[in-house]
């Protein structure tokens, strides 16, 4: 594929930049001393850090339309060195930044970018308040990602450079992930056929990992479209055939069909063309689905299932039916060796101080949202995740397609609160305050000193393998979801972002005239409701 080639030749003419250098024996104390002093770097640059999180939430970008955040992310991994490849898969908001010190592993950090739609919200404010009535939200907290990626590249950059470790970090955006619709078309243009491990971060109410098969599903995304014929409603109805008529009767049988699903599958679906005006038989529709299972097996049932019921439906009303896969997800299974190393690393920097403020606003939000427990911010980690012995169902990521193509974990961070519902506005209030930047600091910190684990100790990578093809790989081969031809589906969500950015734009956060967002907003933190 073009993107790899480009993507391969900027790795390897970086690496022959400084091929010299080798990778020398380091004892435990050297490391611990290392991992000691890359965790203080974090720590020295925690502003820039806070910068980065409340200028991307300022941006609340959808979907395929993270242009702002894209163009200000880049922009600070140029101004340190990295080399950028835009456009990745066809994507125009994609991209990976590539620096190299010479041999030694290739470890990817990737994160989520985008927002969610009708999730506006001041943060630090414990009610609904939108900073812009009806437009995107940080509401799942994707912001902080990223930027928290960026902090602990940075500081392991300037550790591998003094100290002469070869090695390269490559830091990646996880586009569109609310459509679960770039990282399988990453994985099928081969951009990480020559990654060692990717350590991917997410955005929780604690510091944690994982390992095994997780909690959650994994999906396919599928539109059916019908076309049909226009005609007078009242006038002669008869001369027409309603493409929504078709539509309807694909989701009444999908409706009927749920009553004999199993427990652990789950399906949504929306109408995306539902016609023009009444009087109007509609000429054309579509209803886009999600279908979700815990295994691949499953999904591809629920999917073929759905085909026979759209083709059963245009011959029902004489249209025609078209598909169109619009993301995929496969179940995610995450690394052993990977997970204990950094699980090793978490309980060394442990979790934030949390202010009076900070626990004030969380049991505000809490009480808000009528969540069960109204406890504050967590004050104990969490243990290592273990396998999932019983599977559970639930929401799906994309990372799952990484997961089995290189030795991944999800690396999860104290940016939100507890007890929330999620892709909800409620979900965005904590992501602008001291609470994420926190969060983000101790993530970034956890991040940085297990990526020098393993660029430190070939043992560890060469275990993480050993799991990834003896173990992850004895009973489950990965098989892409989506065919050559498949487009990811990147003029999703170009009408709503247009509608509201020229009233976002007003809301950016300038950074040369304001310490924080809060204070360019005006909030006095927390600001709760009886107040």
């Known amino acids: ?65 993270e242009v702002e955040s894209s163009k200000y992310l880049t922009g600070i991994l140029i101004e340190n060195g990295f080399e950028i490849e835009t456009s990745i898969s066809g994507i125009p908001t994609a991209w990976f930044a590539t620096w190299s010190n010479g041999d030694g592993p290739v470890i990817a950090l990737g994160s989520d970018v985008d927002c969610i739609p009708k999730a506006s919200q001041y943060p630090g404010v414990a009610y609904h308040k939108p900073i812009v ?19 602990s590249a940075l500081a392991v950059k300037k550790i591998m450079e003094r100290e002469q470790i070869g090695g390269t970090l490559l830091v990646w955006p996880g586009i569109a992930e609310e ?15 020559d990654i060692d491990m990717c350590i991917f971060t997410h955005v929780g109410n604690n510091l944690g ?32 055939k309603s493409a929504l008529d078709a539509a309807e009767l694909m989701n009444i049988a999908w409706n009927y069909k749920r009553e004999h699903l199993h427990p652990l599958k789950r399906s949504h679906s929306i109408f995306t063309d539902s016609g023009d005006q009444p009087n109007v038989v509609p000429s054309k529709a579509s209803i886009w689905f999600y279908f979700r299972d815990i295994k691949y097996e499953g999904i591809m049932e629920m999917y073929a299932m759905a085909n026979d019921m759209a083709k059963g439906a245009a011959m029902m009303t004489g249209t025609t039916m078209s598909s169109k896969v619009l993301g995929t997800a496969w179940p995610r299974h995450y690394n052993k060796v990977i997970a204990e190393t950094m699980y090793g690393n978490i309980k060394q920097v442990g979790l934030p101080e949390w202010s009076e403020a900070d626990q004030k606003l969380a049991k505000a939000v809490q009480t808000e949202v009528g969540s069960e427990k109204v406890e504050g911010l967590s004050t104990e980690l969490a243990d290592l995740g273990l396998p999932v012995i019983e599977p559970v169902s639930g929401g ?70 050993d799991y990834f093809n003896n173990e992850q790989q004895k009973d489950t081969k990965y098989q892409p979801m989506i065919s050559e031809s498949d487009m990811p589906p990147i003029y999703l969500n170009k009408d709503k972002q247009e509608q509201f950015r020229p009233a976002l734009e007003k809301f950016y956060y300038d950074e040369t005239k304001y310490d924080t967002y809060l204070e360019q907003l005006g909030i006095q933190y927390p600001t709760l409701k009886s107040e």
Request: hydrophobic share 40%; with cysteine.
């Open 1 to 65: 594929m073009k993107e790899k080639t480009i993507l391969l030749a900027a790795i390897c003419s970086l690496s022959m930049m400084s091929s010299a250098i080798a990778q020398k024996k380091r004892s435990n104390k050297q490391i611990e001393k290392l991992k000691a002093e890359v965790a203080s770097i974090v720590e020295d640059n925690k502003k820039q850090s806070q910068v980065m999180v409340d200028k991307i939430f300022s941006f609340s970008e959808l979907g395929f339309q």
């Open 133 to 151: 009535e009806g437009a995107p939200g940080h509401g799942e907290g994707h912001n902080s990602g990223i930027p928290m990626n960026i902090s």
């Open 179 to 193: 459509l679960v619709a770039a990282k399988a078309w990453y994985v099928r243009d081969g951009l990480f056929d």
């Open 209 to 240: 990992v994982s390992y095994g098969p997780t909690r959650g599903t994994g999906l396919i995304s599928v539109e059916y479209s019908f076309d049909g014929e226009a005609a007078h409603s009242a006038g002669s109805p008869w001369r027409g």
């Open 396 to 465: 799906s990521d994309d990372i799952g397609d990484i997961s089995w193509k290189v030795p991944t974990v999800t690396l999860r961070y104290p940016s939100n609160i507890p007890g929330l519902q999620g892709h909800h506005w409620s979900n965005a209030i904590a992501m602008a305050t001291p609470i994420a930047h926190k969060g983000v600091v101790a993530g970034a910190k956890v991040e940085a000193m297990t990526i020098l684990d393993f660029l430190l100790k070939p043992e560890l990578m060469k275990g993480a393998w």
